[in-house]
């Protein structure tokens, strides 16, 4: 992930794992978040939690502009506002009641949040294309052990030297396990994607043994 000495820019998912008024659970480095796409397609990143009660609002439903909580309803704009309380109709919600949001940038067909304030905007990975997203549970180092290489300051590993046709994108999360994101050259066929599929699946196992020995000594 970007570093800088306010933020950071940290991929939470992939563009095509969020259509069109869906709500998803997401999480960054400081905690959970309702990661949201409006029904004309802007994405949003809420605070999981409804202020009224405290249910999840990715556990909630989007519809048209607005993600609303599945207990009550209560209704939130993109900016973080309630929109409004359906047991009371005619009530304009107080500007107070409101939940924290985070900046959100789609780039290279990665969804980015920032956590603090980021200087710049997030890297766009120009040539790659998302294949899948896989959690590990095991720490960034060791995926990089198992994977024999380091990630570059955007948290990007590449795989296979001499063809550069896989690359990892890797998000720590809170609890010590990491997030990665598989992508591939734009010019490779199906026969390449499946077996970098499998290629993940294997060096996930890798990194998770390396982890338990950590532990264990």
């Known amino acids: 992930m970007p570093s800088d000495p306010t933020g950071f820019w940290t991929p939470v998912a992939l563009s095509r794992d969020l259509p069109a008024a869906t709500v998803m659970p997401a999480r960054t480095a400081s905690g959970s978040i309702a990661l949201w796409r409006s029904a ?9 939690r409804c202020p009224h009660r405290g ?3 990715s556990h909630g439903f989007v519809r048209g502009e607005a993600l609303s909580c599945i207990y009550h309803g209560w209704s939130y704009g993109q900016a973080g506002n309630c929109l409004r309380i359906p047991a009371h109709p005619g009530l304009a919600p ?11 940038e789609e780039a290279g067909s990665v969804i980015w949040v920032a ?3 980021p200087a710049s905007k997030p890297p766009r990975l120009d040539g790659l294309i998302p294949l899948r997203s896989l959690t590990a549970f095991a720490g960034t180092a060791a995926i990089e052990a ?7 300051p955007d948290g990007l590993i590449e795989l296979g030297a001499s063809t550069g046709s896989l690359c990892l994108l890797l998000s ?3 609890d010590g396990q990491t997030l ?3 992508l ?4 490779v066929g199906p026969a390449a994607a499946i077996g970098a599929s499998r290629a993940c699946e294997s060096l996930r196992r890798r990194a998770e043994g390396l982890q338990k020995k950590e532990i264990a000594q």
């Open 94 to 104: 107080p500007e107070s009641i409101r939940v924290a949001t985070h900046e959100v």
């Open 55 to 57: 249910m999840r609002l």
């Open 115 to 117: 956590v603090g304030t």
């Open 146 to 152: 198992a994977a024999s290489a380091k990630a570059n």
């Open 184 to 187: 591939l050259r734009d010019d």
């Open 172 to 174: 720590a999360q809170e």
């Open 40 to 48: 004309s397609g802007r994405v949003s990143a809420s605070a999981d």
């Open 180 to 182: 990665i994101h598989v």
